[in-house]
């Protein structure tokens, strides 16, 4: 079964279906089933997480808390892993995974909501108070900075704050600073909630370097950044927002003590196994960089023109749109469209978030030579789209918008280039 939907419609030549096998590649390793079967086991009472092992016996009650895209599937999946020892199980995700034992709230992300608001201010209320004989697992996903928000701003604010926010240009450090400095559950916030429960927090990342106190704005780990800090980023983005709701985050290092942070997941994972696939295809393939970022519709360029002859360029992160229209589009359709320019008949380039979801319904795009002579014959001029932000029609035309619907992880966005010999 193909991750993605339209793949035949999209294998239009052999280097094209060369590269969609790739995605297929990565996918398919990043499937959480496929992930927790390798990094977490439970035998006999004891997890055993990346070596490190937990006598569940010895707590009292077991609390599960999933945050983040694919969240909600990644706490059934532990559930069921434990065989039932599970006291109570919460998730706030885009996708809801039925289930008897975890209680999934559908939230709305990239901005926060009243349903976003209300369940962070349960889940204070529910893991305030427990004890050292108590065990949380918490289950960190990208996305987790939106969708869990208890904020010291009202709702209308904090959507103001999100939006001039995500129109600036300020990358994903900036950005999570601010929004962990004006939060009562980001930055080591929720840890404080919960000590002295000991804490195990599972980590799958989607920020450019792995920092774990970035992802999803470090609910659990502790944050080196400062009130100052937020202070001058919001100064420097001109952002709406008075200097007495940005608050310091804890800084006492005793309320950590307990919690113990595993990396589960990091884009590395699918960046080696489009390696290996495209070993396995015969093909040359290297990894550029886990960490790209930049303007979307300037990077396709950038890593074509880093592409040797006769290699496939491999490459991770996560890029920043320009917002100046009013179209529907997401980052990995701006990088490939933007590369339109440089695509010469031997490359197929290919950009594409791993959680299945640019922004809109379409998780990427592919392009190559055909997709420009499609655009010509439907008389689109791709650089119109691009001003106005609208790649989303514009790959729907051509018919090169990559379709998986929303997947249950993510590890940023992912990129291919293939110049093949001609």
């Not at 001109?238 to 942070?261: A, G, L, R, S, W």
């Not at 880093?306 to 359709?333: F, H, M």
Request: proline residues 2%.
């Amino acid at each position: 079964m193909s991750y993605i939907k339209n793949i035949k419609e999209l294998s239009k030549n052999k280097q094209r279906s060369a590269v969609l096998s790739l995605v297929e590649s990565a996918y398919k390793s990043i499937d959480p089933k496929n992930i927790l079967d390798e990094s977490i086991l439970y035998n006999n009472g004891i997890l055993t997480v990346q070596n490190q092992e937990f006598i569940l016996s010895k707590y009292k009650k077991i609390y599960l808390l999933g945050i983040g895209k694919g969240s909600s599937y990644i706490s059934d999946l532990i559930n069921i892993k434990l065989e039932g020892v599970i006291t109570k199980g919460f998730a706030i995700d885009l996708i809801k995974e039925d289930s008897k034992k975890i209680k999934t709230t559908i939230g709305s992300h990239p901005l926060p909501s009243e349903i976003n608001f209300d369940f962070a201010t349960k889940m204070i209320s529910e893991f305030n108070g427990l004890s050292s004989e108590d065990l949380v697992i918490t289950i960190i996903c990208g996305g987790g900075s939106s969708l869990f928000e208890y904020s010291t701003i009202g709702l209308e604010d904090k959507i103001k704050v999100e939006n001039q926010l995500l129109h600036s240009s300020a990358d994903i450090y900036e950005i999570n600073t601010l929004r962990k400095h004006i939060s009562l559950v980001k930055g080591g916030n929720f840890a404080k909630i919960c000590y002295p429960a000991t804490v195990i927090d599972l980590v799958f990342s989607d920020v450019l370097g792995n920092d774990l106190s970035f992802i999803a704005s470090g609910p659990m780990v502790y944050d080196e950044t400062t009130k100052e800090d937020a202070i001058n980023i919001a100064k420097k983005y001109q952002i709406n927002i008075d200097e007495k709701y940005i608050k310091e985050t804890p800084k006492d290092k005793d309320i950590f003590i307990n919690v113990k942070n595993f990396l589960i997941l990091t884009n590395m994972t699918p960046l080696r196994a489009m390696k290996k696939k495209a070993q396995d295809l015969g093909l040359d393939a290297f990894i550029y960089s886990d960490r790209v970022n930049g303007i979307a519709k300037d990077l396709g360029c950038t890593l074509i023109e880093n592409c040797p002859k006769g290699k496939i360029l491999l490459a991770g992160g996560e890029t920043t749109v320009l917002v100046k229209g009013k179209g529907l589009g997401g980052r990995n359709q701006e990088v490939v469209a933007g590369a339109f320019k440089c695509i010469s008949k031997d490359i197929v380039i290919c950009s594409f978030g791993s959680d299945g979801w640019d922004n809109y319904f379409l998780a990427g795009a592919i392009a190559d030579s055909e997709s420009i002579s499609s655009a010509k014959k439907e008389f689109l001029e791709v650089d119109d789209f691009l001003k106005d932000n609208n790649t989303l029609p514009f790959f729907q035309k051509i018919g090169d918008g990559i379709n998986t619907g929303k997947l249950p992880s993510n590890v940023s966005d992912l990129m291919i280039v293939y110049r093949f010999a001609t």
